[in-house]
């Protein structure tokens, strides 16, 4: 069973940073392309990125040079590094890998003065 557990969300001011974190049991991330997708409120959940296996990434156009995803292949964790956070940016985010599977709870990013 694949399980993926997002952390380090949090509330934070326009132009603050924060890292979110999910640790993936059951999959290698090593094997597989991870991926974070984001729910704002009233919207579909929406796909912001994702890494391949090989190490190369891709963005969505409205987080691109300021978000960045990382992988620890030791730790079996992914990583969502995101600077100059802007309102729009506040959602509920989550991890999968591709193809997708099961959902974690994610975690929720607040961003407001």
């Known amino acids: 069973q694949v399980q993926f557990v997002e952390s380090g969300g949090g509330s934070v001011q326009p132009g603050g940073s924060l890292r979110l974190s999910c640790v993936v049991s059951g999959r290698s991330i090593s094997i597989y392309p991870m991926a974070w997708y984001r729910r704002a409120p009233g919207n579909r959940r929406e796909w912001v990125g994702q890494?391949?296996?090989?190490?190369?990434?891709n963005y969505a156009a409205s987080v691109k040079g300021r978000f960045a995803i990382l992988r620890d292949n030791g730790k079996n964790t992914v990583y969502l590094q995101m600077n100059s956070l802007k309102p729009d940016d506040t959602a509920v985010y989550y991890c999968n890998s591709l193809p997708n599977t099961e959902w974690g709870q994610g975690t929720q990013v607040t961003v407001s003065s």
């Open positions: 890494i391949m296996a090989s190490g190369s990434e």
